[in-house]
């Protein structure tokens, strides 16, 4: 995947400028930055459904959004996207046939992310932290050659935190391209590289061995903050200090 001097503007608010970077196949690229920084819009550029200003984004040889791509790129959202009045089952029955992905697939997903126990329960009766796992299950099915999650970790428990950091490493064994966006500083550790999005801009892009040595620090939380601490650019894209994304979250 090439991302090349992408740029997002929305009415007076730039949400994204001048991004470029490219990922390799079987890597896990950790997404970080503080809210407003542009994560959610550049998630939304690669999956295609994100009006970019100008620059282009090329996934798996062809242009984001491309027909093509639909079946070989997963993407979840912060919020559940599937039915609530449907259950677990029924939800990934419904969207493997719309992918065209086996019905053995289901069973699959739904042990991957441990919701086993729920298959026939209603989305609705869910937790939080269920629903977003349901998600999850509908990226993975048809084994998707890329994966865009943003925040799929959030509102879980530690150990399930775990159990999925350790499925998205067995992926990216497999050759699966994953992009993770997220706020929770010590999952930078499982990932092979890490983008550090700030105000609109690409701050820093490296393993989390090399931006430790940049900045002095050992702690992931103390390397990000001291790249953002140490940032020229000191404001907002506008001059003010606004969220780069304007919707108050990345």
């Not at 209603?122 to 349901?134: D, H, K, M, N, P």
């Not at 992926?171 to 550790?189: F, I, K, N, W, Y």
């Not at 000191?234 to 919707?247: L, R, S, V």
Request: with cysteine; proline share 6%; hydrophobic share 40%.
């Amino acid at each position: 995947m090439v991302v090349d001097r992408l740029s997002v503007v929305r009415g007076s608010t730039t949400a994204l400028r001048d991004v470029r970077f490219t990922l390799e196949p079987g890597t896990l690229t950790g997404l970080l930055g503080p809210s407003g920084a542009g994560k959610t819009t550049l998630m939304r550029a690669i999956v295609g459904v994100q009006i970019i200003t100008s620059g282009s984004v090329t996934v798996l040889g062809r242009p984001a959004g491309s027909a093509p791509l639909r079946s070989r790129v997963g993407y979840v959202t912060q919020n559940p996207s599937v039915y609530p009045d449907l259950t677990v089952g029924e939800n990934l029955r419904y969207f493997a046939r719309i992918l065209g992905a086996p019905a053995s697939d289901v069973d699959r997903v739904v042990e991957e992310v441990q919701l086993r126990g729920q298959a026939e329960q209603v989305v609705s009766t869910l937790s939080g932290g269920e629903r977003s796992r349901v998600s999850l299950a509908t990226a993975l099915l048809g084994r998707p050659e890329l994966l865009v999650l943003d925040e799929p970790t959030v509102g879980l428990d530690p150990v399930l935190r775990r159990d999925l950091w350790e499925l998205f490493g067995r992926l990216a064994e497999r050759g699966v391209t994953l992009l993770v966006s997220s706020h929770v500083m010590d999952e930078a550790t499982r990932c092979h590289r890490l983008l550090l999005l700030r105000q609109a801009e690409l701050l820093a892009d490296g393993s989390l061995a090399e931006l430790q040595r940049l900045t002095g620090q050992s702690e992931p939380e103390q390397v990000f903050l001291h790249l953002i601490d140490n940032d020229p650019q000191g404001q907002g894209p506008n001059g003010d200090g606004d969220p780069a994304d304007g919707q108050g979250a990345a």
